[in-house]
Structures are given as structure tokens and as C-alpha cells.
């Protein structure tokens, strides 16, 4: 009697499962390679019920607002073939994208996941406003890269993204990296349509700079060889970490103290040649005071300390110079001197060299 009972129910089981079932002729699509500004795409997916009795779709849903899928919810018959239509739109959505419908069904499978995918190659619009920066195929979102503050020692690294807005693959590379750079494209080779990243790492071991470090490298779109590669300009900020000190190695720092902070030149004439000024620097501090960089931010002024050591009660003269002949058309000169030291308290002081142009 036993085992009456469970074949009985093996049976029905069986029958159940036959009763019902839907079958999927293929879960994905790709649409490939498609323009932003050409509208909405479709494709179409087919659900055939392979069992005895009626099934239907009870809910289509979609994981992204760009992606709209349509059906019937009629009952499909035995044998017959729903179909589920799915748009994208791709305005607003370069690069590569993956979206997945989902499918609820009254029978097995009970819930099912659909995949379009694709490239969106973007208009010219979209590419300007998001990667305003072009040279040849490639757009990219800056012609530099800032990696910001970085302690004497440590390493930092910053990426720039990039699209191939071209319908060609393209082996983007760079060329000219400065030593303390490292930097490379990932992926090496870019598809139509999708984005990539110029990825470096920055190396203050390797350089002997202080203060504000400009440098550059050359960015070429493609392996072949290119008249007129993108200068990538990078900029960072050497500085000396001072947060391993104990308070009294802070008590027993050197102090900076720069006199005057600013010079004032009154009126200049291009054509007088160069005029100098001095500046005091003196140590107010109880240990050595070392200058490590003087660096001015105007071509047309200089600078330049007499001694880079300076012991704690003594002072230096810091000597500004300004060459009226490269100040150009400019009305009002506003420069700035900075020096870097030592000093915890003030390790950049800023010097400002001020005149009005006649």
C-alpha cells in the first residue's frame, strides 16, 4: 500500500511538471556596437510553452529606466511562442552597458533573467560635455592630472578616463613618462565606443624635488606613429611629514619667520630691465632651519636664498627679482614666492611680489 502511494504521487508529479513548462530560445542579446543618437533599439525574445496545459507571464520588469520591455499577459497555449519586445535607449549612456529584464512566469521556469548588451559610441554632444578634451578618435576628460599633496617617501597614484569615440579598436599609448611616473593605458586595446583609463602612480622617492613638481608626458591615440600627440601635464606637492614627530621634537622644530610677506614695487615700466629686492629670512626656531625649494608661480620673477641651512638665531637673504622685459601686456603683477622648509608650523611660506603696470 506503501509503495502504491508514492508511485501515485510520482505520477501526478510528473504529469504536473508536463502540464506546464516554458522554454526560452535564447536569454541573451547583444546589440553591439550602436550610435547614442540613433534612438531606441529592439530586439525580441521568445518563450514557447512546451507543456499540456496553458501558461502565463504574470509581471516583466526591468532594472534600469533606459530599458522598457512589452508583452502580452493573454494566456500562451500549448505549443504556442510568446514574445517579450525590449527597448533600450541609449541617449545619455555612452560606453559599454549589460541590462537585464526579468520574467515571472505561473510555471517553471518561475522567474527567468533576460541580458542585452552593447556599446553606445556617443554624439558629439554628449562627448563634449563629459570628455571635453579630443586628440584624434579618443576624448578624455582633462589634459592633466593633479595627484594633489604628497609626503616625501610615499607613493600616490591617479587615473584619467578616456572614451574611443570612434568605430574603430583602437591601442592607445603614452610616451616621454617623467622617471618618477609610472604610466600605462588599461585596457591596452579599446574597442569602439567604450572607455579606458590612463592609470599612473606617482613616486616621490625618485625625485628630489620640493614644493609644487610639474611635469608631463605625451599621449598618443593609436600604436601608429602621430604627428600630434596630447601633452598630459601632471602636478603634485612634495612635502615632508611631520606627523611622526614627538611634541618635543615639535617643541624643538625650527620656526620660519619671512620679512616682509609681501613686496610692493608701486608702478613698473616694461623696458626698466630687472629690479631686486631682499627679503629676511630668519630661524626663530631651536634647530636647523633647511630651505628645501624657492619657486615662484610668475615667469617674469625670480628668486634666490643665499643659504639653504639656516641655524636656529640666525637669518638669510632671500633676493627677488623681477625681469620687466617678460611681464608682457599684463596691467597688475600679483606673483608668488613660496618657501619651502622644514619648519612644521609653516612649511610653505608664501612671499607676494605685487606692482601696477603702466
Known amino acids: 500500500m ?38 531606441t533599439v529592439y530586439c525580441d525574445f521568445y518563450l514557447v510553452n ?34 517579450i519586445h525590449v527597448g533600450f535607449l541609449p541617449e545619455g549612456r555612452p560606453g559599454q552597458f549589460v541590462k ?9 521556469p518561475l522567474r527567468s533573467s533576460l541580458t542585452i548588451s552593447g556599446t553606445v559610441v556617443g554624439s558629439a554632444a554628449t562627448l563634449r560635455s563629459r570628455f571635453p578634451m579630443e586628440i584624434g578618435p579618443v576624448r578624455l576628460r582633462s589634459s592633466m592630472i593633479n595627484y594633489g599633496k604628497i609626503y616625501r ?13 570612434s568605430a574603430d579598436t583602437l591601442r592607445p599609448r603614452v610616451a616621454d613618462v617623467p622617471r618618477y611616473l609610472t604610466a600605462l593605458v588599461e585596457p591596452a586595446v579599446v574597442p569602439p565606443g567604450e572607455r579606458f583609463i590612463i592609470a599612473t602612480v606617482f613616486k616621490s622617492s625618485l625625485t628630489d624635488a620640493w614644493g609644487a613638481l610639474e611635469g608631463s608626458f605625451k599621449f598618443y591615440p593609436d600604436a601608429a606613429p602621430s604627428a600630434d600627440p596630447l601633452e598630459i601635464r ?40 630687472k629690479l631686486t629686492r631682499s627679503v629676511t629670512v630668519k630661524n626663530t626656531g631651536r634647530s636647523v632651519l633647511i ?32 625681469d620687466t622685459d617678460l611681464l ?18 609653516d612649511p610653505v611660506t608664501t612671499v607676494r611680489v605685487v606692482a601696477e603696470l603702466k
Open 153 to 165: 617617501g610615499d607613493t600616490k597614484g591617479q587615473s584619467l578616463e578616456c572614451i574611443n569615440a
Open 291 to 322: 630651505v628645501r625649494d624657492v619657486a615662484s608661480s610668475d615667469p617674469a620673477v625670480t628668486a634666490k636664498i643665499k643659504d639653504t641651512k639656516i641655524k636656529p638665531g640666525k637669518s638669510t637673504r632671500l633676493d627677488v627679482t623681477v
Open 50 to 83: 512546451d507543456g499540456s496545459e496553458p501558461m502565463s507571464i504574470i509581471d516583466v520588469r526591468a532594472n534600469c529606466g533606459c530599458t522598457r520591455p512589452e508583452y502580452s499577459p493573454a494566456p500562451i497555449a500549448p505549443g504556442d511562442t510568446a514574445v
Open 328 to 345: 608682457g601686456d599684463k596691467r597688475l603683477l600679483n606673483a608668488r614666492i613660496s618657501i619651502t622648509a622644514n619648519a612644521p608650523d
Open 100 to 108: 537585464r529584464v526579468s520574467v515571472d512566469c505561473d510555471v517553471e
Open 234 to 273: 601632471t602636478v603634485a606637492i612634495l612635502a615632508e611629514d611631520f606627523s611622526k614627530l614627538s611634541p618635543q621634537e615639535l617643541r624643538d622644530a625650527p620656526v620660519i619667520d619671512v620679512t616682509p610677506m609681501a613686496v610692493d614695487l608701486e608702478q613698473l615700466q616694461t623696458g626698466q630691465g
Open 2 to 39: 506503501k509503495d502504491f502511494i508514492i508511485a501515485a504521487l510520482l505520477v501526478v508529479a510528473s504529469a504536473a511538471s508536463l502540464s506546464a513548462a516554458g522554454r526560452w530560445l535564447g536569454k541573451e542579446h547583444s546589440f553591439g556596437v550602436i550610435s547614442e543618437d540613433g534612438g
